[in-house]
């Protein structure tokens, strides 16, 4: 658990994208943590429904407070309307964590349409249509003064490459891409955008990993461990605070040395 406290982050409200597992839940529960209005996204669903209410109790456990918002940020029109609609209930929204994403690990010579489409429409689509839908908020909020950040979820994947993730590292190459793109454009407007790209995290995805696949990840890394999604959740807190305020464009790898 982090121990740095970001005072300016108390009471304000963020959107964080694929936010009730793994590294998006950290990342929800560490902004808990800070005193923040966590508005945590996921597909529409039954299940999700119910792992909503068990995470608004964990955020106000940790001291903080927390809508669920439920929509596919991969459906252009389903995420207007779902920002749309938060808006319009008054939310001030000063931060946007994009985090939701999928893999689909195949060798190029048995790639599917599907798994392109699916790939590629959650992750970059995805952060694209979430951060097109509040842009226009965005600069509303900092032409009055607010401290807006957001904050991109990308992977060494789109930095290094890795065999059978081609279409896996294309999206989140393409995050990268977008975020300093995004970051010129609005730069002027004081809306900053900054982009993680996360090496091996222990998450519930790798803990169905055999041992000896974790070891052979963490041979090639030089500190010789796997990264927490704690790791993540506090560089996500601190991007996202007025601590940050001289940092935009930026691609912050946390991997442990792995791509150097």
Same mark, same amino acid.
């Given at each position: 658990?982090?121990?740095?406290?970001?005072?300016?982050?108390?009471?304000?409200?963020?959107?964080?994208?694929?936010?009730?597992?793994?590294?998006?839940?950290?990342?929800?529960?560490?902004?808990?943590?800070?005193?923040?209005?966590?508005?945590?996204?996921?597909?529409?669903?039954?299940?999700?429904?119910?792992?909503?209410?068990?995470?608004?109790?964990?955020?106000? $456990?940790?001291?903080? %407070?927390?809508?669920?918002?439920?929509?596919?940020?991969?459906? =252009?029109? #389903? /995420?207007?309307?779902?920002? !749309?609609?938060?808006?319009?209930?008054?939310?001030?929204?000063?931060?946007?964590?994009?985090?939701?994403?999928?893999?689909?690990?195949?060798?190029?010579?048995?790639?599917?349409?599907?798994?392109?489409?699916?790939?590629?429409?959650?992750?970059?689509?995805?952060?694209?249509?979430?951060?097109?839908?509040?842009?226009?908020?965005?600069?509303?909020?900092?032409?009055?003064?607010?401290?807006?950040?957001?904050?991109?979820?990308?992977?060494?994947?789109?930095?290094?490459?890795?065999?059978?993730?081609?279409?896996?590292?294309?999206?989140?190459?393409?995050?990268?891409?977008?975020?300093?793109?995004?970051?010129? $454009?609005?730069?002027? %407007?004081?809306?900053?955008?900054?982009?993680?790209?996360?090496? =091996?995290? #222990? /998450?519930?995805?790798?803990? !169905?990993?055999?041992?000896?696949?974790?070891?052979?990840?963490?041979?090639?890394?030089?500190?010789?461990?796997?990264?927490?999604?704690?790791?993540?959740?506090?560089?996500?807190?601190?991007?996202?605070?007025?601590?940050?305020?001289?940092?935009?464009?930026?691609?912050?790898?946390?991997?442990?040395?792995?791509?150097?």
């Amino acid at each position: 658990m982090s121990s740095a406290i970001y005072n300016d982050l108390q009471g304000k409200s963020i959107l964080v994208t694929g936010g009730m597992r793994g590294i998006g839940r950290e990342i929800v529960l560490s902004l808990a943590r800070q005193g923040a209005h966590v508005i945590f996204n996921a597909t529409k669903s039954e299940k999700n429904q119910e792992k909503a209410g068990e995470l608004l109790r964990k955020i106000e $456990e940790c001291g903080g %407070k927390g809508t669920p918002l439920l929509f596919d940020v991969s459906n =252009f029109s #389903e /995420t207007q309307e779902a920002i !749309a609609s938060l808006l319009k209930e008054g939310h001030s929204i000063v931060g946007l964590v994009n985090n939701a994403g999928v893999t689909r690990d195949q060798l190029i010579l048995k790639v599917k349409e599907d798994d392109i489409d699916k790939v590629i429409d959650t992750n970059l689509k995805g952060t694209i249509n979430v951060t097109t839908a509040l842009a226009r908020h965005f600069l509303k909020v900092s032409g009055e003064g607010g401290n807006v950040s957001v904050v991109n979820i990308s992977s060494v994947v789109g930095l290094m490459g890795n065999p059978a993730q081609t279409i896996y590292a294309a999206s989140k190459a393409g995050i990268i891409g977008f975020t300093k793109a995004f970051a010129k $454009e609005l730069a002027s %407007k004081k809306v900053r955008c900054n982009v993680i790209c996360p090496g =091996f995290i #222990e /998450t519930d995805m790798t803990s !169905a990993l055999s041992e000896k696949v974790k070891e052979s990840y963490i041979e090639n890394i030089p500190l010789k461990r796997a990264g927490q999604s704690q790791d993540v959740a506090s560089l996500v807190c601190f991007l996202l605070s007025h601590d940050s305020s001289y940092i935009t464009g930026e691609t912050i790898k946390i991997d442990g040395g792995l791509y150097i």
